[in-house]
């Protein structure tokens, strides 16, 4: 079902869908939503509709799933993604003929459609799945040469093991939250000035956005075992939208020797709907030529890349936006199934609904760089956005928007956003 373009009638559904959308029956995405008179449950969405597939299930509309109807219910997607790939690939074929235009079960239904198809406006998002343990890595070359730059020698700016081995840290999970979560600047110690011999304590001066993309797994390896590049994407749900958000002063004072700390964890994003990877699958592209060429355990055949557009806004408090860069998922050096690979060869176990990211995404040309890190050079060149104002890194107020879609052959498949407005720091 995956490969089936826009035109094709199998793909074309009787729900409506406005024209640009993220959502239309090609996507089918999952997610955890509730509403005012009920609590949370699993839903897809096709345009402006949530579809709540509960309610569904509970009709008997998905009984050739194999999955049992209390699996859709409940504050999180774990129970259902623990069906495995192919309880989920079954799942959206389901949807997909449902909402075909010439499948009456569900259109002719009334009163089970009205109760089913919710306005996107009445459902309140959750996080879709209960993160047990977060990765984050380190992959785009462009974005680690950049950082190397800032604070290495140019020449260096790369580490010796960089294009050796996907590098990443272990992050933490409880601060994870969902799109329109606002994050508060967090506190904690940095250099005032760069030739300062000791530090203050105080709220970030230097608040940072990171593009990035994660993605969700299935139920992995046991503990000793390791996952191959080649079995690597059975283990992917799909993808999320992810904003890692980080106070670059505080982390620039601490990460040595051990790595992100407090600059990291007090808050990350990430968008409420998962894109399924068949959904994705007709959006493969090559990835970049690894040189030098990589160990056995890394190496890959095939295209294990995907084409997906990336862009970030700030958004001031008069409403106002300006896009501020936009980027591209292909950009990354290592590829999803090499992060996986990498991460489970020494034996670590990856366990249903665990949260792995790219890291952040920058292009080859400065208004795609990831970060405003980057994006001002440390701060040396600020950005102007719509009222005139600048911004070296975030202010108080601003709210980081970022957005994701792949499109090819007239089929459009998007991420909706992922959003944070920032509140000031705790007196």
Partial sequence: ??????????????????????????????????????????????????????????AGLLTGTGI??????????????????????????????????????????????????IPIDRAVMHLPVQVGDYTDFYSSRQHAYN???????????????????????HGRSSSIVV????????MGQYKPTPDATAPVFGATRQLDMELEVAFITFSGNALGDRIPTAEAEEYIVGLVLFNDWSARDIQAWEYV?????????????????IVLLDALEPFRV???RQDPPVLPYLQQQGDHHF?????????????????ICRSNFKHLYWSMAQQLAHHTVNGCNVRCGDLMASGTISGDSPDSY?????LTWKGTGPLKVHDGSERKFLEDGDTLIMRGHAEKDGVRIGFGEVRGEVLPAMP
């Fill in 179 to 186: 799109s329109g979560t606002p994050v508060r600047r967090p």
């Fill in 1 to 58: 079902m995956s490969n089936l373009t826009a035109n094709d009638p199998r793909w074309t559904s009787w729900a409506e869908v406005p024209a640009g959308s993220d959502f239309p029956v090609q996507n089918l995405p999952l997610g955890i939503f509730s509403t005012v008179d009920a609590g949370p449950r699993a839903a897809s969405r096709i345009g402006d509709l949530v579809l709540d597939l509960a309610l569904v299930a509970e």
């Fill in 147 to 169: 950082v190397g730059c800032m604070f290495r020698d140019p020449k260096n700016a790369l580490m010796p093991n960089w294009t050796h081995l996907p590098v990443g840290y």
């Fill in 370 to 374: 990831g970060s405003l890190l980057e």
């Fill in 257 to 273: 020797p051990l790595g992100p700390f407090l600059g990291k964890n007090f808050c990350s994003s990430a968008s409420p709907w």
């Fill in 286 to 288: 090559s990835g970049p």
């Fill in 307 to 323: 084409d997906i557009a990336l862009e970030a806004s700030i958004a001031t408090g008069d409403g106002g936006e300006t896009t």
């Fill in 68 to 117: 049992d109807t209390h699996h859709f219910r409940g504050g999180s997607l774990n129970a259902l993604l623990g069906t495995g790939r192919q309880g989920i690939r079954a799942l959206r074929e389901r949807l997909s003929v449902l909402l075909r235009s010439d499948e009456a079960v569900l259109r002719d239904d009334t009163p089970l459609r009205s109760k089913a198809m």
